[in-house]
C-alpha cells in the first residue's frame, strides 16, 4: 500500500506560482509511475502531468504545458508539480497518484491504484 498526502496549495492570483507537493509513506515510490491529476466542480477528474517511475520522461496536458513542470525525489519519496503563470481556469482541486511503472496508460484516471486526499488550488482574476 501506497499513502499519499498533497500539500501547497492556496489562493493565487493570476500569473502567480505556487508548488505542489506529495509525500509518499507505506512503500517507495521508485517503482511507482506518479502522476497530478485535478478536478474542477461540476467537471471530470482530467489528466495534467506525468513522470516515469525513473524521472526520466514527463508528460503534459496541453492546457498546462509550457507553464508547469512535474519532478520527483526518489530519496524522499516525494513528488512535486511547480505551476507558474497560473490562470483562473487552473482553479481546481488537484490529487497526486502513483501506478506500476509497466502499468496501462499515463493519461487514464482508472490505470492509478493510489490517490491522495487532494489540495485546493485557486486562482483569482
Known amino acids: 500500500q501506497v499513502q499519499l498526502v498533497e500539500s501547497g496549495g492556496g489562493l493565487v492570483q493570476a500569473g502567480g506560482s505556487l508548488r505542489l507537493s506529495c509525500a509518499a509513506s507505506?512503500?517507495?515510490?521508485?517503482?511507482?509511475?506518479m502522476g497530478w491529476f485535478r478536478q474542477a466542480p461540476g467537471k471530470e477528474r482530467e489528466f495534467v502531468a506525468a513522470?516515469?517511475?525513473?524521472?526520466?520522461?514527463?508528460y503534459y496536458a496541453d492546457s498546462v504545458k509550457g507553464r508547469f513542470t512535474i519532478s520527483r525525489d526518489n530519496a524522499k519519496n516525494t513528488m512535486y508539480l511547480q505551476m507558474n503563470s497560473l490562470k483562473p481556469e487552473d482553479t481546481a482541486v488537484y490529487y497526486c497518484?502513483?501506478?506500476?511503472?509497466?502499468?496501462?496508460?499515463?493519461?487514464?484516471?482508472?490505470?492509478?491504484?493510489?490517490w491522495g486526499q487532494g489540495t485546493q488550488v485557486t486562482v483569482s482574476s
Open positions: 497518484a502513483a501506478k506500476p511503472w509497466n502499468s496501462g496508460s499515463y493519461y487514464s484516471v482508472p490505470q492509478y491504484d493510489y
Open positions: 507505506g512503500r517507495t515510490i521508485s517503482t511507482y509511475s
Open positions: 513522470i516515469s517511475y525513473g524521472g526520466v520522461s514527463t
